[in-house]
């Protein structure tokens, strides 16, 4: 495919999709949106007029019809991901789908084994790999600064309230999973990428909007797979700007991560370090560091499916992810540990 631009479906025109849209935008003459598709049709149809010539559906099957488009985005309710992921797959095209690759890990074991059948690339979008933060934490651990790692903990906050009180958007709503399963993944793709994954889980959930109907927030311990023990917090119902936080304590010094600090990223060696040391190279811009990760994703992808290599992100790993929050499910409802 090195001679010719990617042709680029995008499916579901949501909030995440202007993002997408944006990086195959950035990307110049490597791709081309050929075609649009929601349930929306005035969406649709507003969408179109930015590129010439894109054609426009409220039916993702006829979008997958098209032999003109090369790969599609997927970007709605993570109920759908499946059904549409593997008409697409079965169709020919490469993939990006947004995570959660699925919602049932059975499901994205089996999309996984379909796109290897069929030769086609899979991508999910996990913008974690691309956060400028999380690629410099990953220097400071192969250095060693840190010495053996020992504790963890990691936030991801900010608001949808406004979302989950509208009854007429998903976000919050039985069957679509509650801020576990959309939030609690990423840390979990975090801790497999930087930690070798967990062991062991324990999940604790509860639900402040009265409008929602399933957790909006969430507290999940556990130990990571060498032992150490990691506290996630995940929540919807915080009024500041979405954010992540990461602390990690080791032997020799501890490093905090925060989007919302300037010093987005210190490491301190020693109980001594007062100071501490900022890392350079990790602007601060709250709005922003979630956008560029989010336009590197989709950049790294469609250079995959041009260079005939695999993502940066294996989908085995969101895979892995999936799995994790599936066990915090099981031992929120047996109230028990559970391992992986």
């Known amino acids: 495919m090195s001679e010719k631009k990617v042709r680029v479906g995008l499916i ?11 990086g195959y935008s950035e990307l110049g003459e490597a791709c081309q949106i050929v075609a649009l ?4 049709s005035e969406e649709v149809n507003n969408r179109m007029g930015m590129y010439e010539g894109v054609k426009g559906y409220t039916s993702y099957h006829d979008l997958l019809d098209n032999p003109d488009v090369d790969m599609v985005d997927i970007t709605v309710p993570h109920v759908l991901h499946y059904e549409i992921a593997k008409e697409a797959l079965e169709k020919g095209k490469h993939v990006l789908v947004e995570k959660p690759i699925t919602v049932l890990s059975e499901q994205g074991k089996e999309l996984i084994a379909l796109a290897k059948y069929k030769g086609l690339m899979l991508g999910v979008a996990e913008n974690t790999h691309f956060v400028t933060a999380y690629l410099k934490a990953e220097e400071i651990l192969k250095q060693g600064l840190l010495g053996d790692i020992w504790s963890v903990r990691t936030l991801i906050a900010g608001s949808e309230v406004y979302r989950i009180k ?19 993944v990423h840390n979990f793709y975090l801790f497999k990428w930087l930690f070798g994954g967990v062991r062991d889980v324990l999940g604790f959930a509860s639900k402040i909007i009265p409008e929602g109907e399933v957790e909006d927030n969430g507290l999940i311990i556990g130990h990571l797979a060498n032992g150490a023990e990691f506290q996630l917090n995940t929540s919807c119902t915080f009024e500041v700007p979405w954010t992540e936080r990461v602390e990690i304590y080791g032997s020799r010094g501890g490093m905090i991560i925060d989007q919302l600090t300037n010093p987005v990223v210190k490491y301190y060696l020693g109980s001594n370090d007062i100071d501490g040391t ?16 989010m336009l590197a994703e989709v950049s790294d992808f469609v250079h995959a499916v041009i260079e ?10 969101a895979l892995y992810a999936l799995r994790a929050a599936e066990a915090v499910a099981r031992s929120i409802e047996i109230k028990q540990v559970v391992t992986l």
Do not use: M, Q, T
């Not at 005939?308 to 790993?317: A, G, I, K, L, Q």
């Open 278 to 293: 900022a890392v350079e190279g990790v602007p601060f811009d709250p709005i922003a560091w979630k956008f560029n990760s």
């Open 308 to 317: 005939e290599r695999s993502p940066r992100v294996d989908p085995e790993d």
């Open 37 to 40: 598709c929601d349930i929306n």
């Open 166 to 184: 509208d009854p007429s958007l998903w976000h919050g709503k039985a069957p679509f999973g509650g801020v576990i399963l959309d939030s609690s």
């Open 12 to 22: 579901g025109l949501g909030s995440i999709s202007y993002s997408h849209e944006a």
